[in-house]
């Protein structure tokens, strides 16, 4: 049988024969750890004191508190809730008390005089499953890991984009308040992130025409709600010192599950140069 080395059992009973029985049966055939409690208090002290324990073996006759008491004080504690029991009697052997056991936590129920290989087995189908659940939390917790490091790299990446990105990049809530900009709209605006996200887009922003900046928030709103997108148009961002920088703009709506719109991101591109050659075009034209 396997050795089960690094699991730990506790068994209780109020009878110290029976506990050197029970010792001395497991040993032979398991090289675990073994603590023991000679009554229910005591069995409550252990578990709370020792770490790991991994499956109880619960006597149920005993004086002051018995298996059945003891149980259900240490399946209302956050750290013994879970740990499995076996019940052990010699006296409460009819139905009505294996069904209490198992109402009050009791994974297995089983009479004296005991069954050695019953016992034993019993206990490594316990140790086994437990087993089992480490590997696939292992598992779990590794691929966990895996894409948390998956996550953070895209993070990294897209931010490595948006701060590298020569256009300007401003993100809006649904009421048009900025939340985030990228380096290049704070190097065309001349203002810091933190500036601009104490900012509406309407103070940085405007169309050409008065009557569509007098709009900003109406007819594009709409427009984005029902399209989801507004591109190539362009407006004039508003610099810290009041200069008008040409720009080439686009909107994009970001929706949440329900499909109302969560976010807004504004693309810039600065136009200044190309303004400039066509000015110079038609100068010479």
Request: net charge negative.
């Amino acid at each position: 049988m396997k050795r089960y080395t690094g699991f730990t059992l506790l068994i209780v009973d109020d009878n110290e024969h029976n506990l050197f029985t029970l010792r001395a049966l497991i040993q032979r055939h398991m090289d675990l750890t073994i603590l023991e409690a000679t009554s229910g208090q005591q069995a409550l002290d252990v578990a709370v004191k020792e770490s790991g324990i991994d499956l109880i073996i619960l006597d149920v006759q005993m004086p002051e508190m018995d298996g059945f008491q003891t149980a259900s004080m240490l399946k209302i504690r956050k750290k013994t809730k879970d740990i499995p029991i076996i019940f052990l009697t010699a006296a409460f052997k009819t139905e009505e008390f294996q069904k209490k056991g198992y109402e009050v936590g009791g994974v297995d129920y089983l009479l004296k005089p005991i069954d050695d290989n019953q016992l034993l087995n019993k206990i490594s189908t316990y140790f086994r499953l437990i087993e089992k659940e480490r590997e696939l939390n292992l598992i779990l917790e590794q691929k966990v890991l895996e894409r948390t490091a998956e996550l953070a790299a895209a993070k990294q990446h897209l931010e490595s984009i948006i701060n590298n990105m020569g256009e300007a990049l401003l993100v809006l809530n649904p009421m048009g308040e900025i939340e985030s900009a990228n380096p290049a709209a704070c190097q065309m605006l001349d203002y810091t992130e933190a500036d601009l996200k104490e900012m509406s887009i309407g103070d940085v922003f405007e169309e050409e025409e008065e009557e569509q900046a007098g709009a900003f928030f109406g007819t594009w709103l709409e427009a984005l709600i029902r399209t989801g997108a507004l591109s190539r148009i362009e407006a004039c961002m508003i610099a810290k010192d009041g200069r008008r920088v040409p720009i080439l703009f686009s909107r994009t709506a970001v929706k949440d599950n329900e499909g109302n719109i969560s976010h807004i991101i504004c693309i810039a591109k600065d136009m200044t140069g190309y303004v400039r050659e066509m000015d110079d075009a038609t100068a010479v034209s």
